[in-house]
Protein backbone atom coordinates (compact mmCIF):
# COMPACT_ATOMS: atom_id res chain seq x y z
CA UNK A 1 0.00 0.00 0.00
CA UNK A 2 2.08 2.99 -1.31
CA UNK A 3 2.23 6.07 0.62
CA UNK A 4 1.62 9.70 0.27
CA UNK A 5 4.39 10.06 -3.68
CA UNK A 6 5.46 13.52 -4.44
CA UNK A 7 7.73 14.27 -6.98
CA UNK A 8 10.07 15.52 -8.05
CA UNK A 9 12.00 14.99 -4.70
CA UNK A 10 14.58 17.95 -5.80
CA UNK A 11 13.63 20.90 -8.03
CA UNK A 12 16.12 23.29 -8.82
CA UNK A 13 14.52 26.94 -10.62
CA UNK A 14 16.22 30.42 -11.34
CA UNK A 15 14.23 33.06 -10.64
CA UNK A 16 11.36 33.84 -12.51
CA UNK A 17 10.91 30.33 -13.87
CA UNK A 18 7.89 28.17 -12.76
CA UNK A 19 7.65 25.20 -10.02
CA UNK A 20 5.41 23.02 -10.55
CA UNK A 21 5.19 20.42 -7.51
CA UNK A 22 3.17 16.96 -7.19
CA UNK A 23 1.70 14.70 -4.95
CA UNK A 24 -0.21 11.29 -5.34
CA UNK A 25 -2.20 10.88 -1.98
CA UNK A 26 -2.87 7.49 -0.63
CA UNK A 27 -5.14 5.12 -2.28
CA UNK A 28 -8.69 6.17 -1.18
CA UNK A 29 -7.40 9.34 0.35
CA UNK A 30 -9.45 12.42 -0.81
CA UNK A 31 -8.32 15.11 1.29
CA UNK A 32 -4.83 16.66 0.29
CA UNK A 33 -2.86 19.44 2.15
CA UNK A 34 0.43 21.08 0.89
CA UNK A 35 2.78 22.49 3.94
CA UNK A 36 5.99 24.57 3.29
CA UNK A 37 9.31 23.97 5.77
CA UNK A 38 12.29 26.27 6.30
CA UNK A 39 15.43 24.74 7.78
CA UNK A 40 15.12 23.85 11.01
CA UNK A 41 11.25 25.15 11.58
CA UNK A 42 7.96 23.58 11.41
CA UNK A 43 5.66 22.89 8.95
CA UNK A 44 3.22 26.06 7.77
CA UNK A 45 -0.08 25.11 6.38
CA UNK A 46 -0.36 26.53 2.72
CA UNK A 47 -3.92 24.60 1.44
CA UNK A 48 -6.06 22.37 1.79
CA UNK A 49 -8.09 20.71 -1.22
CA UNK A 50 -10.72 17.65 -1.75
CA UNK A 51 -11.02 16.24 -5.20
CA UNK A 52 -11.53 19.04 -7.61
CA UNK A 53 -11.96 21.60 -5.13
CA UNK A 54 -9.92 24.04 -2.81
CA UNK A 55 -11.42 24.48 0.75
CA UNK A 56 -9.19 26.19 2.63
CA UNK A 57 -6.19 28.79 1.00
CA UNK A 58 -5.84 30.94 3.96
CA UNK A 59 -2.13 29.95 4.54
CA UNK A 60 -0.89 29.97 1.04
CA UNK A 61 0.34 34.09 -0.69
CA UNK A 62 -2.32 35.33 -3.34
CA UNK A 63 -0.15 35.95 -5.54
CA UNK A 64 1.81 33.55 -7.77
CA UNK A 65 1.05 30.63 -5.67
CA UNK A 66 -1.91 27.81 -7.11
CA UNK A 67 -3.25 24.71 -6.27
CA UNK A 68 -5.46 22.10 -7.88
CA UNK A 69 -6.45 18.31 -7.57
CA UNK A 70 -8.61 17.29 -10.62
CA UNK A 71 -10.91 14.71 -10.47
CA UNK A 72 -8.06 12.18 -12.66
CA UNK A 73 -4.53 12.54 -11.68
CA UNK A 74 -2.30 14.18 -8.63
CA UNK A 75 -2.79 17.49 -6.62
CA UNK A 76 -0.12 20.32 -8.05
CA UNK A 77 1.26 23.02 -6.09
CA UNK A 78 2.32 25.85 -9.03
CA UNK A 79 4.49 29.00 -8.70
CA UNK A 80 4.98 31.61 -10.57
CA UNK A 81 7.88 33.70 -11.12
CA UNK A 82 9.79 31.88 -8.21
CA UNK A 83 12.00 34.48 -6.07
CA UNK A 84 14.51 33.59 -3.89
CA UNK A 85 12.49 33.39 -0.88
CA UNK A 86 10.22 30.16 -2.37
CA UNK A 87 13.62 28.10 -1.74
CA UNK A 88 12.15 25.55 0.99
CA UNK A 89 10.93 22.15 1.43
CA UNK A 90 7.27 21.65 0.37
CA UNK A 91 5.43 18.95 1.58
CA UNK A 92 2.02 17.02 0.66
CA UNK A 93 0.07 15.08 3.18
CA UNK A 94 -3.45 13.35 2.43
CA UNK A 95 -5.99 11.42 5.01
CA UNK A 96 -9.19 9.43 4.28
CA UNK A 97 -11.67 11.76 5.84
CA UNK A 98 -11.34 15.06 8.11
CA UNK A 99 -11.93 14.72 11.74
CA UNK A 100 -9.41 13.73 14.33
CA UNK A 101 -7.57 11.82 11.19
CA UNK A 102 -3.85 11.61 11.05
CA UNK A 103 -2.49 13.10 8.31
CA UNK A 104 -0.07 10.76 6.09
CA UNK A 105 3.05 12.73 4.85
CA UNK A 106 5.03 12.71 1.48
CA UNK A 107 8.68 12.96 1.53
CA UNK A 108 8.26 16.55 0.15
CA UNK A 109 9.75 18.19 -2.85
CA UNK A 110 12.90 20.55 -1.95
CA UNK A 111 12.98 23.43 -4.07
CA UNK A 112 15.85 25.29 -4.75
CA UNK A 113 15.92 28.79 -6.05
CA UNK A 114 19.48 29.95 -7.99
CA UNK B 1 6.59 38.15 14.66
CA UNK B 2 8.52 35.39 14.07
CA UNK B 3 12.12 34.15 14.29
CA UNK B 4 13.68 32.88 11.59
CA UNK B 5 17.06 30.58 11.50
CA UNK B 6 17.02 29.68 15.41
CA UNK B 7 18.92 26.53 15.76
CA UNK B 8 16.04 24.10 17.10
CA UNK B 9 16.22 22.73 20.87
CA UNK B 10 17.98 19.57 21.25
CA UNK B 11 17.43 17.08 23.83
CA UNK B 12 20.34 14.14 24.22
CA UNK B 13 20.12 11.05 26.05
CA UNK B 14 21.97 7.90 26.53
CA UNK B 15 20.89 4.92 24.35
CA UNK B 16 18.49 2.61 26.60
CA UNK B 17 17.38 6.26 29.10
CA UNK B 18 13.53 7.62 28.81
CA UNK B 19 13.09 10.39 26.94
CA UNK B 20 11.01 13.51 27.52
CA UNK B 21 9.63 15.61 24.66
CA UNK B 22 7.46 18.79 25.58
CA UNK B 23 5.27 21.03 23.81
CA UNK B 24 3.06 24.15 24.30
CA UNK B 25 0.41 24.31 22.18
CA UNK B 26 -1.56 27.65 21.34
CA UNK B 27 -4.94 27.79 20.68
CA UNK B 28 -7.31 26.27 23.52
CA UNK B 29 -10.09 25.29 20.99
CA UNK B 30 -7.73 22.31 19.92
CA UNK B 31 -9.47 19.05 20.15
CA UNK B 32 -6.63 16.44 18.78
CA UNK B 33 -3.36 16.28 18.83
CA UNK B 34 -0.32 14.80 16.95
CA UNK B 35 3.14 13.41 17.50
CA UNK B 36 5.22 13.32 14.38
CA UNK B 37 9.06 12.26 13.90
CA UNK B 38 11.06 13.69 11.03
CA UNK B 39 13.90 12.35 10.00
CA UNK B 40 16.46 14.12 7.61
CA UNK B 41 15.79 14.50 4.30
CA UNK B 42 12.11 12.59 5.05
CA UNK B 43 8.53 13.44 5.89
CA UNK B 44 6.75 14.01 9.12
CA UNK B 45 5.92 10.03 10.26
CA UNK B 46 3.22 9.81 12.45
CA UNK B 47 4.02 8.75 15.77
CA UNK B 48 0.87 8.96 18.12
CA UNK B 49 -2.22 10.92 18.41
CA UNK B 50 -4.79 12.19 21.07
CA UNK B 51 -8.00 13.49 21.63
CA UNK B 52 -9.01 16.34 23.94
CA UNK B 53 -11.20 13.79 25.90
CA UNK B 54 -8.28 12.23 27.11
CA UNK B 55 -5.15 12.85 29.17
CA UNK B 56 -3.05 10.13 28.41
CA UNK B 57 -2.23 7.38 25.52
CA UNK B 58 0.26 5.00 25.27
CA UNK B 59 1.91 2.94 21.88
CA UNK B 60 4.64 0.79 21.57
CA UNK B 61 7.49 2.60 23.62
CA UNK B 62 5.66 5.98 23.24
CA UNK B 63 3.13 7.39 25.74
CA UNK B 64 1.63 10.56 25.31
CA UNK B 65 0.07 13.34 28.24
CA UNK B 66 -1.86 16.18 27.64
CA UNK B 67 -2.69 18.63 30.08
CA UNK B 68 -5.47 20.87 28.94
CA UNK B 69 -5.02 23.29 31.67
CA UNK B 70 -1.87 24.55 30.84
CA UNK B 71 -1.94 23.60 27.46
CA UNK B 72 1.10 21.53 27.55
CA UNK B 73 1.89 17.73 25.62
CA UNK B 74 4.38 15.61 26.40
CA UNK B 75 6.02 12.60 24.22
CA UNK B 76 7.63 9.87 26.38
CA UNK B 77 9.91 7.30 24.72
CA UNK B 78 11.04 4.71 26.88
CA UNK B 79 14.52 3.07 26.47
CA UNK B 80 15.37 5.14 23.60
CA UNK B 81 17.22 3.78 20.41
CA UNK B 82 19.72 5.03 17.96
CA UNK B 83 16.98 4.77 15.53
CA UNK B 84 14.92 7.46 17.69
CA UNK B 85 17.11 9.87 16.37
CA UNK B 86 15.10 12.51 14.60
CA UNK B 87 13.12 16.10 15.58
CA UNK B 88 10.24 15.43 16.78
CA UNK B 89 7.23 17.68 16.19
CA UNK B 90 3.78 18.16 17.85
CA UNK B 91 0.74 19.50 15.90
CA UNK B 92 -2.72 20.33 16.88
CA UNK B 93 -6.10 20.57 15.01
CA UNK B 94 -9.38 22.35 15.48
CA UNK B 95 -11.88 19.46 14.15
CA UNK B 96 -14.26 21.91 12.69
CA UNK B 97 -11.66 23.99 10.98
CA UNK B 98 -11.32 21.26 8.31
CA UNK B 99 -8.17 19.29 9.71
CA UNK B 100 -5.42 21.55 9.18
CA UNK B 101 -2.72 21.14 11.53
CA UNK B 102 -0.46 23.87 13.17
CA UNK B 103 2.97 22.34 14.16
CA UNK B 104 4.91 23.45 16.70
CA UNK B 105 8.67 24.71 16.38
CA UNK B 106 10.33 20.93 16.86
CA UNK B 107 12.88 19.23 19.23
CA UNK B 108 15.87 17.28 17.99
CA UNK B 109 16.44 13.66 20.03
CA UNK B 110 20.03 12.92 20.07
CA UNK B 111 21.01 9.53 21.23
CA UNK B 112 24.21 8.47 22.83
CA UNK B 113 25.29 4.70 22.13
Known amino acids: NAGVMQNPRHLVRRRGQEARLRCSPMKGHSHVYWYRQLPEEGLKFMVYLQKENIIDESGMPKERFSAEFPKEGPSILRIQQVVRGDSAAYFC????????????FGDGTRLSIL | GESVGLHLPTLSVQEGDNSIINCAYSNSASDYFIWYKQESGKGPQFIID?????DKRQGQRVTVLLNKTVKHLSLQIAATQPGDSAVYFC????????????FGGGTRLMVKP
Open chain 1, 93 to 104: ASCRRVGNQPQH
Open chain 2, 50 to 54: IRSNM
Open chain 2, 91 to 102: AENINNAGNMLT
